[in-house]
């Protein structure tokens, strides 16, 4: 049954779904033993206002030293990817293997055009009644190119 698992990833779409949300569900489905590829992790949301949002993420990254870390993420696929670590036991093996399991990238490479993706609509951010931004312009911000 693990083979299984291992051959035939789940592919989700982040495409305007929460960041928090989306990624308290997958880690959930991680520990769980599912193999999880996110796509289109550029197009997920935060919620909240722009300039609160890079106020503190300014803030975050001021924390550490450029060579004994910590290292911050600056591109949309490592923002995500170390905010599901952040919901994952990451240092007891049943985290470290449910991070292995997860593979996140921005846009749709060749491999996944044609599979069919699901999206998470629980999660949806048209059930948001303030503002948001997309993951795309927060790591803009702080130097991706895309």
Not at 112 to 129: G, H
């Amino acid at each position: 049954m693990e083979k299984s698992k291992k051959s035939q990833p789940t592919i989700i779409d982040a495409k305007g779904l929460i960041l928090g949300r989306m990624a308290s569900k997958i880690a959930k489905l991680l520990l769980n033993g599912e193999s999880i590829v996110i796509v289109n992790a550029e197009e997920a949301v935060i919620s909240g206002k722009m300039q609160a949002i890079i106020r503190d993420r300014e803030r975050f990254l001021q924390i550490g030293h450029h060579r004994k870390g910590p290292i911050h993420p600056r591109t949309p696929e490592g923002i995500v990817k170390k905010v599901i670590r952040g919901m994952l036991p990451r240092k007891k093996s049943r985290g470290i293997e449910a991070i292995k399991r997860l593979k996140v990238y921005t846009g749709i490479p060749e491999e996944f055009k044609d599979s069919s993706k699901i999206t998470l609509a629980e999660v949806d951010a048209s059930n948001l009644r303030c503002s948001y931004i997309k993951i795309a312009d927060v790591a803009y911000n702080f130097g991706w190119k895309e």
